[in-house]
């Protein structure tokens, strides 16, 4: 069996984001980017199905610039056997949204056949989470978003997966071929090995663009603008429970 796994190039989670001068997206000049850590569990999990033997390759797929070969090159160095670059320019005025992402993933898995595709349950940048669910749609594939286990049955071709939900905890068994969204408790993704990064950047990473998967990509959405969020006035420190709940009623009118 292949997975599919798709990944992410965005900034660093240690990164403190900040807005460009003219306020039309946030600033990557000369930022740290890495891959989405929830696309690291991906991965991860992806790796250990194949080691168990419940898989026999792992495909890494990204879209984005040319800079996200790097992040693919980290899949590959983390165990990944293949890779595949949707080339996309974007345009922070008209961003890729979850949609378009979802219809390239299909075409790549239509072409690819993976017995199960995994993705991040959403992305740092936009915490969206919209990706998988909508692949899902496209493909007819069944589901299982927030996965915190995952255990596959080779001769029955099902997945169980238990799957974090507000209640608790919820387990399903997916028919395969189907598409999992990874929660952060699923794994602790390994780090990659000098050998193994150095034979990452000797692998082919196979270039397609949206256009060769027949996938229109063009945004619905315009970009406005964009603010950094107002920072907090300082605290105070009040003497009693009456003025408290003073405030509490008056000021910040929760009461």
Known sequence: ????????RVVDYAVKV???????????A??????NPFCEIAVEEAL????????????????GPAQAADTLRTALAMGADRA??????????????????AKILRALALQESPGLLILGKQAIDDDCNQTGQMLAALLNWPQGTFASKVIIDKDKQKATVEREVDGGTETICLDLPAVI?????????????LPNIMKA??????????ADLNVDVRSDMEVLRVDEPPKRKAGVILSSVDEL?????NEARVL
């Open 1 to 8: 069996m292949k997975i599919l796994v798709a990944v992410k």
């Open 18 to 28: 900040r807005v460009r001068p003219d306020r039309t997206a946030v600033d990557t």
């Open 84 to 101: 595949v670059h949707v080339l996309h320019d974007p345009d922070p005025a008209r961003p890729l949204l979850p949609l378009a992402v």
């Open 201 to 210: 950047k000797s692998k082919v990473i196979k270039k397609v663009t949206p």
């Open 245 to 249: 709940l003073d405030k509490l009623k």
């Open 48 to 63: 250990r199905l194949r080691e168990a033997g419940a898989a026999s390759e792992v495909v890494a797929a990204t879209v």
């Open 181 to 193: 969204t990874t929660d952060l408790r699923l794994n602790q993704p390994r780090y990659a090995t």
């Open 30 to 35: 000369s930022v740290k980017m890495s891959m």
